[in-house]
Structure formats: C-alpha cells, structure tokens
C-alpha cells in the first residue's frame, strides 16, 4: 500500500510541475509550424517537409562573376547554368562601377612606352602588416621626373609595420614576345619623412631597411640610386596639403634581361617603405600585360 501511495505521489508531483511551468509562460520545446516551402535541389518536394510544389524559383549568388565583356549572378540552386542580372561592363577610371572588375584589355604602348601602373600589379600584404593598399587616382607628380599635366595613381604607404622586417610586395608580371635587353623605370617616391617640418628624407637604395627589386628571380643591385630627395617644402608647393611632400617623385632605372615568354618584376617595400606608382619599358620588343583586380580602388 505505502508503494502505490509513493507512486501516486511521485505522479501528482511531475503533473504539478508541468503545471507550474505553463503557468509561468514558458513553452514546450516543440518547432514552429513549417510555413514556408523551399526546393534548392529541384526535386520538386520542399527540402524542409518534403510537400510536394510545383515550379521552382532560382537562387542566385549576390558575387558577381564577369569576363573580359560582362557580368552576371550566378545560379546556386541545383541550376548552376542559369545566370541573372547579365550585362557590359561600364568602366570608369578602368574600374567597371557594377562588378568592380578592372578593365582586362591588356596594355598598349604608347609612342614606344609601356605604361604598368602598380595597381594593375598583383600586390601581396603578408598577414601582420596592417596597411592596406588603396589606390587613389589623379593625384599630381610634383617630383623631378614628372611630366607637365602628369598624375600618379599610388597606392599609399606601402612598408613594413611598426619598424618591423615584414614588408610588402607588388609583383609585375608581363610577357616578352621575345629575349632581349630593356631599361625599367620604376617610378617611386619616399616615405620618409616629418609632417609638421614639411621635409622628406632620399632613401638610399642598398641601405638597411631600403626597398629591394628583383628581377625573374635575381636581386637587382641598385647600389647609389636612391627613391626621392632631401627636401624641404614651402607652404606654396604644398598648398595646404602635407601629403603633397609624398608626391615627389623620381625614377629608379633597372637594366635587366627580357626572356621570351614570362617576366617577373619583384618590389619588396622594406621597413622603410616607399609610395610606388609604375613602372616604365621603352622597348620595340612587343610586351603583354594583362591588368589583374587585385586591390580596392578609390576615386
């Protein structure tokens, strides 16, 4: 008897729980109802509930996917050949405003000159350096191998990190249709330098914390060349803006040898840092440098 007694007991004591627990709003751990039907894999059932639907309605990526003329979203859904919002690209500052692709034709000599901007390198932040690379576009070359009318497209400080050895890289890449012996100018300006006195400092290529070129794989040895000048700036050269002193720009000249096929062209910022712009080939050999999107880019 004093067994059934507990039993009944026990029984009234888990059904007054339950009880309290209703009481005090707290609900059963029961799923919602199954309001909306979706078939990602098209086997017209809802991958939820398995109801059956009829007709399917395509998932698309919100990444965009382009070539060289357009770009378009592509399918997610068990249709990955279907595509949506397909159209030309339209470029500003060779940037296309709706995929963000940078115009792929590749670069044409002008009057002799090929002209590879650093952006359109492909450029390397090693993880730790936390300096982005952004290109600002138009900015004026006040330095003393700029041209009349010129601008630079830099990408800002480009170095190591707090003084460290880790540095930055851009990398050119261009074919030759063949071998041969070509002058490169990489343009380039220093990052030394000390706001309020409005001075910049020369950096002396081959010096501890320098940057470093090389060249299908060779250090180039740029011993008694040097990235800028000392100088110190007037308030009407810089107009306001100390960023200007960053603007002066000179040329470095690399005597190197062309293979045919493949040329690689290394610049390694050191702890130093430098603002690059481009690099420079006059040469009758015909060159192929296909632009890459492989920064953000501003302006």
């Known amino acids: ?32 109802e199954h309001t909306t039907h979706y078939d990602v894999d098209a086997d017209g059932q809802c991958d939820k509930c398995k109801a059956e639907m009829t007709g399917h309605t395509h998932i ?8 060289a003329d ?22 500003e500052n060779d940037v296309c405003t709706v995929c963000k692709m940078l115009d792929a034709k590749p670069v044409a000599p002008v009057n002799g000159v090929y002209t590879f901007e650093a952006e359109n390198a ?3 932040d090693p993880e730790g350096v936390g ?5 600002e576009v138009d900015r004026g070359d006040i330095g003393p191998s700029a041209v009349e009318g010129a601008s630079v497209t830099d990408i800002g400080y ?25 002058t490169i100018k990489l343009h380039a300006s220093s990052a030394v330098g000390e706001w309020a006195g409005k001075t910049i400092t020369a950096i002396e290529m081959g010096e501890e914390g320098a940057p470093t070129v090389s060249f299908n794989g060779t250090d180039v040895d740029l011993t008694g060349q040097k990235i800028g000048e000392d100088k110190t700036f007037t308030d009407e050269e810089l107009g306001g803006d100390n960023n200007k002193m960053y603007w002066y720009f000179t040329d470095l000249e690399i005597e190197v040898d062309l293979v045919a096929g493949e ?37």
């Not at 698309?60 to 070539?67: G, I, N």
């Not at 378009?72 to 030309?88: M, P, V």
């Not at 003084?163 to 070509?182: D, E, L, S, Y």
């Not at 062209?265 to 690099?279: A, E, F, H, Q, R």
């Open 122 to 124: 492909v450029l390397q």
């Open 263 to 299: 040329n690689t062209l290394v610049l390694t910022s050191g702890t130093l840092g430098c603002n690059p712009d481009k690099i420079t080939i006059e040469t009758d050999i015909e060159l192929t440098f296909v632009k890459t999107n492989n920064n953000d880019r501003i302006g």
């Open 60 to 67: 698309f990526s919100k990444k965009w996917e382009f070539d």
């Open 158 to 182: 480009f170095g190591g990190n707090n003084g460290t050895n880790v540095g930055q890289t851009i990398t050119w890449k261009f074919t030759a249709k063949t071998a041969g012996k070509v």
């Open 70 to 91: 357009s770009h378009w979203h592509k399918a997610t859904c068990a249709h990955g050949d279907q595509i949506s919002d397909k159209g030309a690209h339209t470029f």
């Open 131 to 135: 300096h982005a690379m952004v290109v």
């Open 1 to 32: 008897m004093k067994k059934v007694l507990a039993l009944l007991l026990a029984g009234a004591m888990v059904i007054g729980a339950g009880a309290f627990a209703c009481a005090c709003g707290e609900t059963p751990d029961v799923e919602p």
